[in-house]
């Protein structure tokens, strides 16, 4: 069943390649029934399976010479991305409704990079997933180059190369693990058996680990994140930030700290006050946190303040899996769920609500539109965002930022506060962000910028699918909000697997 | 010597001897039949009679199954030929294919009279492990490349290329016959394993490196690796471009099986190391020197160029550099990697030469710019050029990606000492991350630039349109399951006990 998660998608892609150009009705259409279609295997996938257990969905054997399988399969983790998938995948399609260039290219591309999402989250072969992992890189160029805007060129580009050079380091780990194991399987379950020699892992962990952390926005390789959001068309940045910053994320756990545990070993010595990769890697995600949020805190382009949040956010998911307890590493897969939600709406606002409408984000401009009483419903919408971003009790990020601070404060106290000090930034930005763009009094002078000076601008309203979008994701941050066990009860049986054994052994420095 | 037995010769050469019969068929036809009829006619029969005629080369490989081998290796017939030999037929059959619609020269039996031959000698190239039948086939294919590259004759590039390539190929030719003669005179034997049984010893004998080296420098030159490949960019540019194909593709393949095979039975007893501070002379570090240069030297170069064609022969350099490593691996498993990859390849460059053929003959430039909007003017064409310049960039599930994967797994595998060999794999690695910014620079022309001229419809010659769409199902097919090659390749390295 939840294989057809990836198969949907790809049928959708056919289709939509077999039809007429210039129809794009028929288009969205047809994205939408796939987005649908594979959020109703995904949700069927998470009500019948055991979290707990490695349920394997298909195995085959795919390139038998090289031991090479076709396996997919799920446990709560990839459980709990997928559904987050389905969600954001059905999102971008209703905040894409206004999509009219070239649009069945669009649906096209974009449904093939929802198809290798949700093969990278299935998939329990190493190669496997990284085929996915590549397949998922080419269609995000394409999204931003022919439909973005702000320098759309350079920062599709600058994505691309960073994903592909992520991707290279991740692929010579993998391929020096494999030959060591002696090149007979990819399988995820027998790599993670195999006792690879420590000198190994310690090379091979943040190899793989940085790899995979690029594409999660790892500081200071997160460069690409704000420029390809911002120059990403709304679909592609509420994508990019909502679920392919997830694939490095998840990278990270799934591969780099299950097959190389011992990486995260102390050297056995101290350099410069760090004495393990877990240190060094730890102190980069907070930096990233409270980085991420002073940068976001002075922007101007309103995009580049969402889009350096996310670099912010996505610091916490990586903190939350270095605690390595369960407290903390349940916290980081429940915050990349309640980011990838969030961060949508927070861009979906941004991009389609606003930019779409005003043609500009820059907030010096926005300031002068009084868009509190041109768009009450995105003001509105924006303000639930942000008070969800900001982790107030009642929305998702409260519970996952609350776990990973708890989490850091057992393995490194000194980083949980600076994290919390992260939190705090992020209120500021957050609400800085909402009274420039919304709720900023003109001042009397500049009243003639306007258009037409009386009265609210007058703008296109609010249409039925952005309505449908907005509800969606608030709907599901508040039900992970209200009632958090929704998602913890696949997540925190998941972490009880034999595949995170060092879970049980971590948690002391 | 009374001894030859002409029969068993015959039964081993059955598919070089029908080719022989087409090139005069075709000769025959063009020249005495057809001459004064219209040229595109002409162009047909002769593309169909070789067509023909390879596919009945095809067809006796696969039910004879010819296996034996002639006079002490002087012609080998084997699985492992035999799957390289119906590679070779296979890319020259879409070459002529593509050969069709162009119409660069009004010599059409001539042509195709050339391409067969070059294939010819490639065949023979393949299933000899005698060096004086290599250097000799080595030279057939050489010499009717350098005219096929010249064939273009009203064009003044193609000239110029032809005679570049030539002066270099006729310089790595005497490097090449010097290096085994001075092989054959340290031996007393032209059998490349009993080349290996001679020159086995503890140590390397100063005549056997300088034999070593000038037989690498020829093979350098054929596959073009850096320092050797200066000829590339200019043949690649200048020359028709099925000619251009044909180098690049059928040429590739035959050149590094027959390096791989020289490397590996002729010179066993001199590889040395090339491992992370562990060298120790021989040809392996000779060999991996090579390809880091040609991995850095192509794929950096191919950043700054504005002919596609070009591009291609700098990215051509650049997997020169990646078989190469393939042939470091001197084990079965390696072979059948660097087998996989050279024929993923081939068909990879031959179906991107083919949609920039089109493009070239419907706008009058090989430049990236010639290419902008392609994905509106003619879909299909652009989503060939897609899934050809995205399995080149190594992206998954496509061929390039896999062949990689082998290449650099058998590579660290081969031994004990190898994964000393780590630091050429991130090398390229690294090389083919650079790879992926020209590739795209490509197909950012193909999918987001606006069209130049307007977004009319490009006509696209159906031939050339039905022969791009099956290269283009090829390397799909090859990509997703790969096991249908390799585990073939497997079982031929294994039988030929390589």
């Known amino acids: 069943m939840l294989a057809w998660t990836i198969y949907i998608s790809l049928i959708g892609v056919g289709v939509l390649m077999a039809l007429p150009r210039g129809k794009p009705g028929a288009a969205r259409a047809v994205a939408l029934l796939a987005a649908l279609g594979g959020f109703t295997c995904a949700l069927a996938g998470a009500a019948t399976l055991d979290p707990g257990r490695l349920s394997t969905v298909t195995r085959l054997r795919w390139i038998p010479s090289l031991g ?148 999660a926005g790892l500081w200071p390789f997160h460069t690409w994140a704000p420029t390809g959001h911002v120059a990403a068309p709304t679909a592609a940045s509420m994508l990019l930030a909502g679920v392919v910053m997830k694939l490095g994320a998840y990278g ?33 995600a907070v930096v990233g946190i409270v980085y991420g949020g002073l940068v976001a805190l002075v922007q101007r382009d309103f995009k ?71 768009m009450p419903f995105a003001a509105v919408t924006f303000i639930i965002a942000g008070m969800a971003s900001m982790g107030l009790p009642g929305f998702s990020g409260f519970w996952a930022e609350l776990q990973v601070l708890v989490g850091a404060w057992q393995a490194f106290p000194t980083f949980a506060v600076l994290a919390g000090f992260g939190i705090l930034v992020g209120a500021a930005y957050i609400l800085r962000a909402v009274q420039k763009a919304f709720f900023a009094e003109p001042e009397e002078e500049s009243v003639g910028a306007v258009p037409n000076g009386h009265g609210p601008l007058a703008l296109p309203p609010i249409t039925v699918p952005e309505r449908l979008g907005a509800f969606l994701l608030i709907g599901c941050t508040l039900a992970i909000g209200l009632y958090p066990r929704l998602l913890l009860h696949l997540i925190i049986p998941g972490l009880g697997s034999p595949l995170f054994e060092w879970l049980a052994k971590g948690g002391t420095p | 010597m009374s001894g030859v037995a002409y029969l068993e010769l015959f039964r081993l050469a059955v598919p070089e001897t029908i080719l022989v019969v087409t090139v005069l068929a075709v000769l025959g036809a063009d020249l005495v039949a057809l001459r004064g009829l219209e040229l595109s006619f002409r ?68 042509y195709f009279a050339l391409l067969l031959l070059a294939t010819l000698g490639m065949m023979f190239l393949v299933s000899t492990e005698d060096i004086l039948m290599i250097f000799i086939s080595l030279e057939l294919t050489s010499l009717s490349l350098y005219v096929l590259t010249a064939f273009a004759k009203q064009r003044a590039d193609s000239a110029e290329a032809a005679m570049k390539y030539f002066l270099f190929g006729g310089m790595a030719a005497a490097f090449t016959l010097f290096g085994l003669s001075l092989l054959y005179g340290l031996s007393g034997s032209t ?40 000829w590339a960019p ?34 066993s007893g001199a590889q040395g190391s090339a491992a992370w501070q562990a060298c120790a002379p021989g040809w392996v570090p000779v060999l991996a020197l090579m390809a880091a240069a040609s991995m850095l030297l192509g794929n950096l170069a191919a950043i700054v160029q504005s002919s596609v064609r070009r591009l ?64 509106r003017r003619a879909p299909l064409l652009a989503l060939c050029m897609l899934i050809f310049m995205l399995s080149l960039a190594g992206i998954p599930p496509l061929p390039g990606f896999v062949g990689k994967f082998y290449i650099f797994a058998a590579l660290l595998n081969a031994g004990p000492q190898s994964m000393g060999l780590l630091w050429l794999v991130i090398l390229a690695v690294g090389m083919s991350a650079v790879s992926l910014y020209y590739y795209l620079l490509v197909l950012k022309q193909v999918y987001v630039a606006e069209p130049q001229d307007g977004t009319a419809a490009l006509p696209v010659p159906a031939l050339s349109q039905v022969v791009l769409v099956l290269l283009a199902l090829a390397v799909v097919g090859l990509g997703c399951a790969p096991d249908v090659l390799i585990s073939r390749l497997l079982a031929a390295v294994n039988f030929a006990g390589l």
């Open chain 2, 191 to 230: 059998d490349l394993s009993r080349v290996a049984d001679a020159l086995r010893g503890p140590r390397l004998d100063p005549l056997l490196v300088l034999a070593m080296v000038m037989t690498l420098v020829g093979f350098g030159f054929k596959v073009a690796a850096v320092p050797f490949h200066l």
């Open chain 2, 312 to 375: 291609l022969a700098y990215s051509a350099v650049a997997h020169a550099g990646y078989m190469l490593l393939g042939v470091l691996g001197h084990g079965g498993q390696s072979l059948a990697a660097l087998v996989y990859y050279v024929i993923t390849y081939g068909l990879t460059t031959l179906g991107a030469f083919g949609v920039i053929a089109v493009v070239q003959g419907r706008t009058g430039g090989d430049n990236l710019s010639n290419l902008a909007g392609l994905s």
């Open chain 1, 304 to 374: 580049f303040v969402i889009g350096y949040s996310s670099v912010s956010h996505m610091g916490f998911v990586l903190l939350g899996l270095l605690t390595l307890n369960t407290v903390g590493v349940s916290g980081a897969v429940l915050q990349m769920f309640s980011h990838g939600v969030i961060a949508g709406l927070l861009f979906a606002v941004v991009g389609r609500m606003v930019y779409d409408r005003t043609h500009t984000r820059e907030l010096g401009k926005l300031e002068l539109m009084n868009l509190n009483r041109a």
């Open chain 1, 68 to 215: 090479i399988e076709y396996h997919l399969a799920a446990d709560g983790i990839s459980l709990t991305l997928v559904l987050l998938t389905g969600i954001a995948t059905i999102a971008g399609i209703l905040f894409s409704w206004n999509v009219e260039h070239r649009a069945k290219e669009f649906f096209a591309f974009y449904l093939l990079l929802i198809a290798g999402v949700y093969g990278v989250f299935l998939s329990f072969d190493v190669f496997l997933l990284f085929v996915f992992y590549e397949l998922a890189i080419i269609p995000k160029y394409f999204l931003i180059a022919i439909w973005g805007s702000t320098r759309k060129e350079y920062g599709a580009m600058k994505l691309a190369l960073y994903s592909f050079v992520g991707s290279a380091m991740v692929l010579v780990g993998l391929v020096a693990a494999y030959v060591l194991a002696g090149a007979k399987t990819m399988s995820l379950l027998e790599l993670a058996r195999y006792p690879f020699p420590e000198s190994f892992q310690m090379w091979a962990f943040p190899l793989v680990f940085i790899g995979f952390a690029v594409l």
């Open chain 2, 43 to 110: 162009r047909t029969i002769a593309a169909l009679i070789s067509c023909a005629g390879c596919a009945g080369a095809i067809a006796w490989l696969l039910l004879a199954q010819p296996q034996g081998s002639f006079a002490e290796g002087m012609l080998v017939a084997d699985s492992l030929t035999r799957v390289v030999k119906l590679a070779l037929l296979a890319l020259t059959i879409l070459t002529a294919l593509i050969s069709v619609n162009t119409d660069f020269t009004p010599h059409a039996g001539e």
């Open chain 1, 252 to 284: 990270c756990l799934r591969v780099a700290m299950t097959l190389f545990p011992h990486g995260l070993d102390p050297w056995g010595f101290s350099l410069l006050g760090f004495g393990s990769w877990r240190d060094v890697l730890s102190l980069l």
């Open chain 2, 234 to 267: 200019d043949a690649y540019q200048g020359a028709p471009a099925p000619s251009a194909a044909l180098i690049a593709s059928g040429s590739k393949v035959a050149g590094f099986v027959v390096l791989a095979k020289v490397v590996t039975v002729g010179l």
